[in-house]
DNA sequence: TTATTAAAAGAGTTGAATGTCTTTTATTAC
DNA sequence: GTAATAAAAGACATTCAACTCTTTTAATAA
């Protein structure tokens, strides 16, 4: 439903909330590592995510990704229209090229009703919520 | 969320159940007209549903496809199922490779509802029903 | 039985997402 | 300032769904 690049940063942001302070980083290999993906592709997501803001990098000894407290207030929500944009959740589930109020599909109010749902739960989960509920 | 080739089959189907019989056959020109595909590749989505028994086909002068009666009973689920598999509704949402009732994401319980619902639905919609409740 | 029609089959192409490899840049420690 | 470290950047490769084009097979009609 969601791409593997919004996984991956799922991932790799909760290991880094876990994992990291500002005089703690992790670096790409330690992070690869522990997310089992190649650290050059990991590279370019963790590169975006920094660019977007969603945590700090810093280069050479001792460098390394990190986040700090307060970030770890960003939602998945937030994770995820970074990532994919909001297209997907935008579209007749069944794939009707015009399916909107005045001429739905028999499927369009209840996708509606639960893609709300779900869009309304993540943008309640914070990456530190997330992080406090699941166990590795 | 599902494949362009469900989206494309659901139509095709639509339109063979309004447009068919077996005395009025539709014939793959006349099908990808007005599902606006190019009858090349819609041929092989049909030559896959006739294959598997979802409508019918014959070749040669005044051939084509039609529908039968008891046919449009079938469900816009089976179609689904048909052309996708059923994997794309089997997995965790946010990615996560294990990911299950012991050890939930905090997405886990509700899309489990969500998606319950969702596939209840399209259980319950034949392809009649389907024509009957959408203006094209 | 031959020409025509129309689906079936198969080979090839494209584009976007995913993934790999190499080079460059920034930072630190000495 | 020089060597080492580690992220950033960019070029290249792979994969798969989606799509195109060509050939074959089956059915009909005359």
Not at 25 to 45: F, M, N, R
Not at 72 to 101: E, F, H, P, W
Not at 112 to 136: F, V, Y
Request: hydrophobic share 35%; proline share 3%; net charge positive.
């Amino acid at each position: 439903m969601f791409s593997r690049t919004f996984a991956y940063a799922l991932r790799a942001m909760t290991y880094i909330a876990q994992e990291s302070k500002e005089d703690q980083k992790v670096s790409l290999d330690e992070l690869a590592t522990s997310i089992q993906l190649s650290p050059h592709y990991l590279g370019k997501i963790m590169q975006e995510l920094v660019r977007k803001g969603f945590l700090n990098s810093v280069k050479g000894p001792g460098g390394g990704f990190w986040l700090d407290k307060q970030r770890s207030d960003i939602t998945i929500y937030q994770l995820l229209n970074a990532v994919d944009g909001d297209q997907i959740v935008n579209s007749c589930l069944m794939g009707r090229l015009k399916c909107n109020a005045k001429n739905p599909c028999p499927m369009h109010d209840e996708y509606l009703i639960c893609r709300n749902r779900l869009i309304d739960l993540m943008k309640k989960t914070s990456i530190k919520k997330w992080n406090e509920s699941i166990e590795l």
